[in-house]
């Protein structure tokens, strides 16, 4: 099974729902668990236990709002047992709010609001873990309700109504796993194909090198093959053109990804070329997405390493403030291939910084 | 088995079926197992495994493949119809059990009916799971009103089939909302991708332009200097006629416009081992690559790839370095990687993958292979082939 979440696996596509579905998976929860609480007011034996639940609830919804934003990204492993311990808490508060007038089990919100909070956490961790938590969550609430519900108002024996609790948690707990874990599968060994170069999108090597020798080299070999003779004249630049063209090659051969993108580059020790294909897509598709100033010249790039520690700073001068949500998504993007990456507004320019380690 | 790669949306949406089919299978199984434990009567039992096999079934047509043109007038509607006659069903059959539920809302009816949303997951794309989910409350609790009380059990507002609606569509204005908040950044991945391929491509036609300029330009530019005032010897105005011949040519230094041909089989065979994270670094003159005959860069290519899979699979390091390097007869290929190393005279030559996928390939082309590994430090290979296999 995989150790990779689907929101680092695509952070685009399967991460960017997070934040809307934490926001609206709590809000749904605390609703419900208000609504369930209204209709079965008759049920609650204890309102300051109930009141509890309810604050550990919203507690939780916003725990899970604060910790899916993609500016705190990853949603860690820590993340995700600090919000299921607060929402199974929540659970247990109101089986104990009930204990001794709980009419039925199943109208007790911990059996809806538990399998919400599994649903939206199933994008943020990897699919093993997205089991597990669902299948503690299965066995507390299970616990909770056999410990605690002794009394219905129809007697139930206990395994009915464990086998109630398992009707309402574990088939969402097992589909939350099942959509990380399918989900994780289907994309496989998928990595993005191959564009096509396209030919017309810059000026061609060829004529590029061509240009350079056509300001001096060419010119200079055409006369002397129409002449049919040096001069002194010609010898002595001919001298000077191969030094300069020597030194423009040797500048092109070293020019890097970020100075071909149009960067001016500080990084003499060459840090930025060994980055992975996949930290590079992922300056890439951060650079195109900003509302850049230029995008012919988007801006600096500076580069601090030691050993095989790297950091690159970029100064993206931006032709507008780009709006929060906007940007929001790159941050998990980035953070998916770097260690550490950060994603800020500075006046007219947007700086990005990541640390990466480079191979000897 | 994963199947073949897919798009991420197609993976999601194979997600999306995996779950709310074991959603609302397992949700279906389970009531009629907690049912059991809570009313034990065989005929009733008997019953509810079939309506409950009919609430299935109909959800099962949701999943069914189908022309996209069908399925929204067609197989939508069907699913809605059999899933409602197997709850009109169920509602009955419980109703007359010994145990009938309190209200509409109870046990085992409310999770028969979230059950139903679940598989409705599996409606479509954007806003169908939405529609179809709530054409089933529709029908359930239709259904429930005007045949609850008359059975004898009371219609009750459902809570957790409406949280459960709620969450459908909480998670298509999820994907809705995300999916036009990352509208650009995908496209511009997308396009990055093929830039990654455009900068490769580059660097290999400006090593090659380089190469030529080098072998050309700068060379007759030394020649003009060295020969100082005086006449052109016909030799030198012969070859500065042909550097100006091979200028104005078209695609001299132009790469290929397929980028898997880009230094041919090679540097395919380099991508091929670029996966889990392993990264190889080019340096060197790649564009000598072009000028192998089509058997040698067959063998160079696939000893090559050997060699890297070594390096990702064995020295435990995750990258390696390929170096080009040419002289007038051959090229030599350099892999190096400073991994976990070995000590080459502990190894039993015969099962090294070095002498039969990598030194057999090698020196039937007339190449040479020489390998200098130190555990600890890392492993180099030099791989020197000929340009053309001798006749």
Known sequence: MSRVSLAAREPLLLGAPAPVLAAGGAGLALVTAVAATALGRAQIASWPLEAAALVVLAVAGVAVVLLASPFRAPFRARSQAAVLALVLLAAVLDEAAQTGRNAVVHDDWGLAVVPVFLLVLATLRPPREVLAGGLVAVAVIAGAVAALSPSLLVPLPRAARVAIVLTEVLPPAIAAAALARTTMRRLGGRRPAPASPEADSAPSVQQETIARLEAAAIPLLTAVVAAGSVTAEQAERARAITADLRTALVADLARGWLAEAGFGVDDPDGYAERMTPEQRAALRTTVASLPLADFERPGTAAVDGLDRAATLRLSLPVAARPRRSRYAPLVPLLRAVFPRAELRIDGDRVLVQVDFAVAD | ?391
């Open chain 2, 1 to 391: 088995m994963s199947g073949p790669p897919r798009t991420a949306r197609r993976a999601l949406s194979d997600g999306l079926r995996a779950a709310g089919l074991w959603f609302g299978g397992g949700t279906l199984v389970l009531a009629w197992a907690a049912t059991a434990l809570i009313d034990g009567s065989a005929p009733s039992l008997g019953l509810f495994a079939v309506t409950a096999a009919v609430i299935a079934a109909g959800g099962l047509l949701f999943v069914l493949p189908a022309p996209r043109a069908v399925v929204g007038v067609v197989v939508v509607p069907a699913a809605i119809v059999v899933m409602g006659a197997g709850y009109v069903a169920t509602l009955v059959v419980l109703a007359r059990s010994a145990a009938p539920p309190g209200t509409t809302a109870a046990f085992p009816l409310s999770p028969v009916k979230t059950a139903m949303l679940a598989f409705a997951v599996n409606a479509g794309r954007r806003r169908a799971p939405l529609l179809a989910g709530a054409a089933l409350v529709v029908v359930a609790e239709g259904a429930s009103a005007l045949l609850g009380p008359a059975l004898g059990v009371p219609w009750a507002f459902d809570l957790p089939e409406t949280a459960t609606l709620a969450l459908i569509a909480l998670a298509s204005s999820g994907f809705l909302i995300a999916g036009r908040r990352t509208e650009q950044p995908r496209r511009a991945s997308a396009a990055a991708a093929g830039e990654e391929v455009l900068v490769r491509t580059r660097a290999v036609a400006r090593s090659r332009a380089a190469a030529v300029v080098h072998d050309t330009v700068l060379g007759d530019l030394a020649a003009v200097s060295a020969l100082g005032a005086g006449p052109l010897p016909s030799a030198a105005a012969d070859r500065f006629g042909r550097t100006l011949e091979l200028l104005a040519s078209p695609g001299w230094a132009l790469p290929a416009e397929d980028p898997g041909a880009i230094g041919g089989p090679v540097l395919a065979a380099i991508e091929r081992t670029e996966q889990d994270g392993f990264t190889v670094r080019l340096d060197g003159e790649l564009a000598e690559l072009r000028g192998l005959e089509p058997r040698v860069e067959q063998a160079l290519a696939a000893a090559l790839e050997q060699c890297l899979v070594n390096a990702r699979i064995h020295a435990g390091t995750d990258s390696a370095e390929v170096t080009v390097l040419a002289d007038p007869t051959g090229l030599t290929v350099m892999v190096a990687d400073s991994g976990a190393g070995f000590a080459p005279e502990e190894v039993d030559r015969s099962r090294l993958g070095l002498s039969t996928a990598v030194r057999a390939r090698i020196e039937q082309v007339g190449g040479t292979v020489r390998v200098f590994a130190q555990p600890g430090v890392g492993t180099t290979v030099l791989l020197g082939v000929p340009k053309a296999v001798a006749p």
